[in-house]
């Protein structure tokens, strides 16, 4: 479809029209830096890698992603601190160890099929502690809904009536928002503590001294960190603390997840590398049952980056993709989403290509977005189903409908299948088994084939056609690309393989200093007039990233509404607030203000002068300059607001009448 110049509607075009009409707008802009290339988590491998290469055949390297927005903080942590910018646990690894660490990650509503894993870590005797603002339901305990994981059909059966789940946290540490590093400071000040006391009954100092480096430092910069400073911080009880250290002290495997609750803060970077502080103090990377394990949430997010997409290239990675397909990649890094939508903002980025996603909900700051995209001279989105980014287009505006991983993708050759990467390192072929929706969906390896044909023509060094006809042929030129993808083809046939992984799989670190490293980050209070407070985003059951569902979050007890902000019910009454009431909220960084209207009340377990709501539809308080230090990820998960009672509440109660009548 495309929404020409000009014109109300989209309208039908043919596919080889729309490559031409965005060939033409392409070669007409002042330069290849005029473009993006963005990228979702849902693109396989085999699209990534075309699509990167056809970028940089292009001359960018303007290739942001969905990364940018969540992990691209545990990938700098992790790089400096180990050398790789992955987590190093393999999924058997939680059979094995003695404790888990779930930080600022709500498995039940975000990852739910982590739940059978936690389960299973559980009954095979790991302890877990919740370290979340909010006392989620999914940390609490699970019922396993799959039938197929019980041998007496029975026992599934009496399960799912009478609601006897699997007790899952055995401590829950209630910390502030944004109070994670802290809380991991003070857990380690009681270990060192320990350790002084009675040598070896905390740390493994064989690990430390052979494997590591900067620990004096580190071990001097965490005992000189007064308690009054990490209680205030933390929100938490220094009897809370402790008993988080003891569960510690007693195991000799440990494993820490997290997912955005700690990759959207501006100090994001110095509190995962915090969490990798926790972990090289006993020894637990390299070894059985223990490591770091970043949770990601959608199906290729780390796939894509493994493949290439990375406004930051390597320079080894560019001197394999010259060799094996004859040109000079341009060496001028690129943008990442943010620096993305900020030169869309000013015109210098002028054609928006997304594969995938929806660019309207997902980044922050969702006004300035949406200016930035019209502002471009052409928008394209590949996209499985419609959304609202559709609805806010360049001059020209084109919706390019790709085959889903569930539909049959037929090429010259037959039947394809394609691959992804897990967030454990794992490659899995994903192949489709319902006939497509219709007959003029393409793949996405082949729209990104037609594209850079109609574009590059005769500068172009690949044969395009020749890949999209068979993708073993696009796996076979992976393979002499990027690193672990050896027998590519062979091996993914045979059964799914991991990566390797130096940090994990020989306790080698591949950064500088050769050593995994201690780092040391300074704790900051939180900044907040007497009438402000945190306020963290979540998501609902019924949601998957931007894709909304339903309008029920039944963990949470709320039903018929996202338009929610919680609050605990100490700061409700203090406020001269009633559950229920609508107020609006007023966002703060630096000098900017921004405001959304009629939000409802609710009382949530939740710790003092700390709030939540739902992503996306507070995105409209995150500011576009408000990002991650080192990371430049938007903070969505600590921002400073102001509450006040809605002026005007009719017109917003007429609203959520009609949709709940609608839902």
Request: aromatic content about 8%.
């Amino acid at each position: 479809m495309v929404k020409r110049e000009g014109a109300s509607h989209y309208q039908p075009i043919d596919w080889n029209d729309a490559f031409e009409l965005m060939a033409r707008e392409l070669n007409a802009l002042p330069t290849p830096n005029a473009a993006a290339f963005y990228t979702s988590g849902r693109t396989s491998n085999e699209a990534a890698f075309l699509y990167q290469l056809f970028a940089r055949q292009f001359g960018t390297n303007n290739l942001p992603d969905c990364s940018n927005m969540c992990h691209e903080s545990s990938g700098v942590a992790l790089k400096e601190s180990i050398g790789i910018g992955k987590g190093c646990v393999r999924l058997e690894d939680f059979e094995w160890t003695d404790a888990i660490f779930i930080i600022g990650q709500n498995p039940g509503t975000n990852h739910p099929r982590m739940m059978t894993t936690l389960e299973r870590a559980k009954k095979s005797g790991a302890t877990i502690v919740a370290i979340n603002p909010i006392r989620e339901t999914g940390l609490i305990s699970v019922v396993n809904p799959n039938p197929q994981e019980y041998r007496n059909p029975l026992r599934f059966a009496a399960k799912m009536l009478f609601n006897h789940g699997t007790p899952l946290g055995d401590s829950w540490l209630p910390v502030r928002v944004n109070g994670d590093m802290a809380a991991m400071r003070g857990i380690m000040k009681e270990m060192l503590h320990e350790e002084e006391r009675r040598p070896g009954a905390a740390l493994d100092r064989q690990f430390i001294d052979q494997y590591t480096t900067g620990f004096e430092e580190f071990a001097a910069h965490v005992c000189a960190t007064p308690w009054d400073q990490i209680l205030e911080i933390s929100g938490l009880t220094r009897e809370q603390i402790r008993t988080a250290a003891e569960i510690a002290m007693r195991a000799k495997r440990i494993i820490c997840c997290w997912a955005m609750g700690l990759t959207q803060h501006k100090n994001a970077v110095a509190t995962i590398q915090e969490v990798m502080n926790f972990l090289l103090l006993g020894g637990n990377i390299g070894k059985r049952g223990a490591g770091p394990c970043p949770v990601r949430g959608h199906s290729n997010v780390q796939g894509d980056r493994t493949m290439g997409i990375w406004e930051r290239m390597t320079d080894a990675f560019r001197e394999k993709l010259s060799h094996e397909f004859q040109f000079s990649p341009p060496r001028e890094h690129g943008t990442n989403t943010v620096e993305t939508i900020k030169k869309m903002h000013e015109g210098k980025i002028q054609f928006f290509f997304a594969m995938g996603g929806n660019f309207l909900a997902a980044p922050p700051d969702t006004e300035y977005t949406a200016k930035a995209l019209h502002k471009c001279r052409v928008t394209a989105h590949v996209s499985t189903k419609l959304n609202r980014a559709h609805l806010i287009t360049g001059e020209i505006g084109l919706i390019l409908p790709c085959l889903g991983r569930s539909e049959i993708d037929r090429q010259e050759s037959g039947e394809q299948f394609v691959t992804v990467e897990d967030s454990m390192g794992i490659i899995n072929p994903s192949r489709g088994h319902a006939e497509p929706a219709s007959q003029h969906l393409l793949s996405e390896p082949a729209i990104v084939a037609g594209l850079a044909k109609a574009t590059l023509g005769s500068r172009s060094t690949v044969g395009w056609d020749g890949l999209v006809a068979n993708y073993d042929r696009i796996r076979d030129r992976i393979e002499r690309v990027v690193p672990g993808f050896e027998n590519f083809n062979a091996r993914i046939r045979k059964d799914v393989f991991y990566l390797p992984n130096d940090a994990r799989d020989r306790r080698k670190f591949n950064n500088p200093e050769g050593k995994a490293k201690f780092s040391i980050s300074q704790l900051t209070p939180p900044n907040l007039a007497q009438d402000q407070y945190l306020m963290t985003t979540v998501r609902s059951h019924d949601q998957f990233n931007t894709t909304i569902y339903g309008l029920n979050d039944r963990y949470r007890g709320v039903y018929n509404g996202r338009r929610v902000i919680f609050m605990n019910g100490d700061d409700i009454k203090a406020a001269g607030l009633r559950q229920g009431q609508l107020v609006d909220l007023t966002s703060y960084y630096k000098d900017e203000m921004r405001t959304a209207c009629h939000f409802m009340v609710a009382p949530m377990e939740i710790a003092r002068r700390c709030t939540a709501t739902y992503f996306p539809e507070a995105n409209v308080l995150v500011s576009i300059n408000n990002s991650a230090d080192r990371s430049n990820t938007p903070v969505s998960k600590s921002l400073v607001i102001s509450i006040a009672p809605s002026p005007d509440t009719a017109a917003a109660v007429n609203r959520i009448l009609r949709e709940a009548s609608q839902a």
